[in-house]
């Protein structure tokens, strides 16, 4: 492993996740430069890193240095939070979280209960068969079977992911199952006029 | 007026994207639980495999030859006759020689000597619960990748859902109650450690979901071969054949082996130098094996 490409890459990080905390934390007429400024020094640590210690080994190292620093940080400022936490406790008021009631509203499981269902069998069979869809579509453009088998594999999960969080943010139960008819309405007719 | 339209839609959008983000969690937080214990376990299943079996023999320099002669050595017990086997030359992490056939696996000594039966319950069943979760294997393979499905999705929903989620990145408040606490420590440990969480959950996802998607395309275009989906991905097995045929070079196959391990070089260069300090009687590896390794390393 090379040291200093390592050791930059270090610096890089550090700088980049300071530079994050000064722009998030009050918003500045320079805060889209400094937010700019500090991922582009995350991302220059973290490709020095790869130079140093091979993109697989070292952006693993890079990525944990990420956190690692950003953890420090965060417990230093717990820390401080925390000896000071009997003066704010009269000032600070409570924040969108705490408004939540500790009380479910009536029918909330159920409610859960039937986004969960729409979210993962039934939108996890969508996207299998908008999956298809693509791979059949990908063999007639003449796409190598490997590449497109590879392609398939990847995109089901995430078409699925997308359908999932669409399903359970917009939890109004017709929508969804509207959504999810238009989603595979294509799929299967494309389907069913390729075989 | 429309500022105050919009901040409405974004509240309400905000407590959509938390509610989803909670619906998530409820349905598959055990189970996740389940898998990144097991996961974290499974990290270190090559050292656990060398604690469950401490007696197995290690660190031992193996021939080409010795290699072929354990391998004749197991299929020559072998019963029923195997379609598939492996031998698993040392490596660091794992110091061991094994010979796995299709219903077994076996340790050999330096010689190529069988000397034991594998047999690592306890990792298998880490192993097996991260993979599977002890369901039938498809489906298990099927659920794990579901439930990396809904991580990602959770990791996603849970971006969405706080409106100050990268502004109080760095904030972590103790004053207020209890549960404004809690949901700190949850927002904070999510967006930091979420580079790891959406390559674990993307990566599960990918594989978990594989066979299933596999499953579907053989359905359509291979009246339900799954192999021949993987084929052009992974390559194909040779058609069946039962007649007897001689076993194949397996110390010329294990002989190039010596030059690309590069752990095991480090134990390779050590004999080598022991042999030139012996100058005498030859180690288990013969004369053009080792000058090899002397000129590589």
């Not at chain 1, 000896?83 to 000032?91: G, L, M, P, Q």
């Not at chain 2, 275009?221 to 799954?226: E, L, P």
Request: proline share 5%.
């Amino acid at each position: 492993m090379e040291t200093l490409p390592a050791f930059l890459g270090t610096i890089g990080i550090a700088l980049g996740i300071g530079l994050l905390r000064v722009s998030w934390r009050r918003k500045t007429r320079l805060h889209s430069l400094i937010t700019m400024a500090a991922w582009m020094c995350i991302f220059g640590g973290i490709f020095l890193w790869g130079q140093a210690g091979g993109v697989d080994w070292g952006v693993a190292i890079a990525t944990i240095l990420f956190i690692c620093v950003a953890m420090l940080l965060l417990v230093f400022n717990a820390g401080t939070a925390f000896v000071n936490r009997e003066d704010k406790r009269k000032t600070v008021g409570s924040t969108d979280q705490s408004k939540v009631s500790d009380e479910a509203p009536p029918g909330m499981y159920a409610k859960h209960l039937s986004t969960f269902f729409l979210a993962a069998p039934i939108g996890g069979s969508v996207a299998i068969i908008l999956t298809l869809s693509v791979f059949e579509l990908l063999q007639s453009l003449g796409v190598e079977t490997a590449n497109s088998t590879v392609t398939t594999f990847f995109l089901a999960p995430l078409l699925w992911t997308a359908i999932a969080t669409w399903i359970v943010i917009d939890n109004a139960s017709m929508r969804n199952v509207t959504l999810l008819f238009c989603c595979a309405a294509p799929g299967v007719l494309h389907l069913g006029w390729v075989k | 007026m429309p500022g105050q339209i919009e901040g409405k839609a974004s509240r309400k959008f905000v407590e959509r994207a938390l509610s989803g983000h909670s619906s998530l969690g409820l349905a598959t937080a055990a189970f996740l639980y389940l898998l990144i214990v097991s996961g974290i376990i499974s990290v270190l299943n090559h050292e656990l495999q060398r604690w469950e079996q401490p007696g197995a023999p290690e660190l031992v320099p193996i021939s080409p030859q010795a290699a072929e002669r354990a391998a004749i050595s197991t299929l020559a017990i072998q019963q029923p006759p195997t379609s598939h086997f492996f031998i698993q030359l040392p490596t660091d992490d794992l110091p061991r020689v094994v010979l796995t056939t299709d219903t077994r696996a076996v340790f050999a000594d330096g010689s190529g000597t069988i000397v034991a039966e594998e047999s690592h319950p306890w990792t298998q069943f880490v192993l097996d619960l991260h993979y599977y979760l002890h369901l039938p294997e498809k489906i298990g393979l099927t659920v794990v990748g579901m439930l990396g499905v809904m991580l990602l999705g959770s990791l996603i929903s849970g971006f969405l859902a706080p409106p100050s989620i990268f502004r109080d990145a760095f904030a972590f408040r103790f004053s207020g109650s209890a549960r404004l606490a809690q949901a700190d420590l949850h927002n904070r440990l999510s967006v930091w450690t979420s580079p790891l969480h959406i390559s674990i959950a993307l990566t599960g996802a990918i594989l978990g979901l594989a066979s299933m998607t596999a499953f579907t395309i053989a359905t359509l275009d291979h009246a339900g071969n799954t192999e021949a989906v993987f084929a052009p991905v992974f390559g194909e097995e040779p058609e069946k054949n039962d007649e007897a045929a001689p076993l194949a070079g397996i110390a010329r196959a294990a002989d190039p082996y010596a030059s690309r391990a590069s752990g095991y070089c480090d134990q390779l260069r050590d004999h080598a130098r022991t042999e030139d300090k012996r100058a005498a009687s030859p180690g288990p590896w013969d004369t053009s094996a080792s000058s090899r390794f002397r000129r590589i390393l």
